[in-house]
C-alpha cells in the first residue's frame, strides 16, 4: 500500500515500499503556476538531500524550482516530461511525476504532512493571502 506524503514548498512523495518513492508537484502547485511549458528533471543518479533543488519547472507566469521531499537517489526520471511538460497541469498527482527517489534517509518522511495536514495547510495559506 502506498502513501503519499506533502511539503510545504507544495511537493508530494509517493512511497510504495518504504524504500522508493515518486516525486512531482501538487494540483495546488501546477494550478498556481498556470501552463507549464518547461520542464527540468535532475539526472539519473542524482543524489539528493532533502530540501535541495532537484528540478526546474517553468510555466507561462515563472519558473520555480522542485526541491527533494526527502533524501536520496534518483533512479528514474518521467521520460515523457520533457515532451509534454503540460502533464504536469492535466495530471499533477499522476502520469505528470517528475522522478523517483531510492530513500537513503526514511526516517525523514516523518517531516513531512499527510494529506489531511496538507489540505489544511493550503486552506490556512489561501486564507492568510486573502
Do not use: C
Not at 510504495?16 to 539519473?44: C, N, R, S, W, Y
Amino acid at each position: 500500500m502506498s502513501k503519499v506524503y506533502y511539503t510545504e514548498d507544495h511537493e508530494w512523495i509517493r512511497v510504495e515500499d518504504g524504500k522508493e518513492g515518486t516525486v512531482g508537484i501538487t494540483d495546488f502547485a501546477q494550478a498556481q503556476m498556470g501552463d507549464v511549458v518547461f520542464v527540468e528533471l535532475p539526472p539519473v543518479g542524482t543524489v539528493l538531500t532533502q530540501g535541495e533543488q532537484a528540478a526546474v519547472v517553468e510555466s507561462v507566469k515563472a519558473a520555480s524550482e522542485l526541491y527533494a521531499p526527502v533524501s536520496g537517489t534518483v533512479v528514474a526520471v518521467n521520460p515523457d516530461l520533457p515532451d509534454a511538460p503540460g502533464t504536469v497541469n492535466e495530471d499533477p498527482q499522476g502520469e505528470g511525476w517528475f522522478f523517483r527517489l531510492a530513500l537513503t534517509q526514511p526516517n525523514e518522511l516523518a517531516d513531512l504532512m499527510d494529506q489531511d495536514a496538507y489540505e489544511v495547510f493550503v486552506a490556512e495559506a489561501g486564507e492568510s493571502a486573502g
